[in-house]
């Protein structure tokens, strides 16, 4: 399916919500959608654009950017629809991985505790991607984009096997491999705020781990952080999502 948006900027809430956040919203709580949500989603960057929840059955749905209207000049967004890509076809375009981890560093902006952070930014003339490469470059390295998804917030099987960019604010563990394994792999526990549920697992091979171990925020204790991972989360036998890292530059963590 042919998409760019992944994300929306809802005003009445001051909160960027997924699409599968929205959806949500109006199959359980159509009252609160339609007094707080429908109308007032808008582009998650420049927020000229209104989005609106498509359906286009079989469970399937998406945002669409109401007609004749324009993205800000520099918005990101100004760009013609486009093909999800794959890990590997981005890969093959760019073997340093630039284009993915800037959108994982655009995304973590989505987070709750970074919303004032990006509101300073928003108002000054120059944007986290601005601050990488000029604005014409940036539309080409934001040619192709990867699906996005709350890791903080309920999972669903759509969710699974499939790869995405995962980002939200959690409590993050790191503990050393199994004996009977690798002990110098490492995995990274992602738990709720309220510490009630594990979220996931995120495994980090001993090579991938060489390139993060110097990180003071994956330390092993458990510590608040706003994360951002790429990757295809998997349901073990037991019921375990877990993650298997393939790159250092597919992570990304922040003080929260």
């Known amino acids: 399916m042919k998409t760019k948006y992944q994300t929306a900027y809802c ?12 959806y949500i919203f109006e199959n359980e709580f159509l009252s609160l959608y339609k007094e707080k949500i429908e109308g007032h989603l808008w582009c998650p960057e420049c927020k000229k654009v209104m989005f609106s929840l498509i359906h286009i059955g079989n469970g399937m749905f998406y945002f669409r950017g109401y007609p004749k209207q324009e993205h800000e000049e520099g918005c990101s967004y100004r760009l013609p629809e486009i093909q999800v890509k794959t890990v590997t076809e981005l ?30 930014q ?22 192709a984009r990867l699906p996005e998804r709350r890791i903080d917030l309920p999972l669903s099987d759509s969710d699974l096997n499939m790869t995405k960019i995962f980002y ?50 994956l330390n092993g ?33 922040q003080p929260s």
């Open 11 to 22: 005003d009445t809430t001051d909160s960027f919500l997924s699409v599968a956040d929205v």
């Open 91 to 120: 890969k093959q375009q760019d073997p340093s991985y630039e284009r993915i981890k800037l959108q994982m560093q655009r995304v973590l902006r989505y987070t709750p505790t970074n919303r004032a952070t990006h509101k300073q």
């Open 122 to 143: 928003s108002s000054s003339a120059t944007s986290l991607e601005g601050q990488v490469v000029s604005g014409k470059t940036v539309h080409k390295k934001f040619n």
């Open 168 to 217: 939200g604010t959690v409590l993050v563990t790191s503990t050393s491999g199994k004996q009977k394994q690798n002990k110098n792999d490492r995995y990274l526990t992602l738990f709720s705020l309220d510490k009630k549920d594990r979220i996931c697992l995120i495994a980090i091979p001993e090579g991938v781990w060489h390139y993060l171990s110097n990180e003071p925020l």
């Open 221 to 253: 204790k458990q510590v608040k952080v706003c994360i951002s991972f790429c990757g295809e989360l998997t349901k073990s036998s037991t019921g375990t999502l877990f993650c298997k890292l393939r790159h250092s530059q597919l992570l990304l963590v």
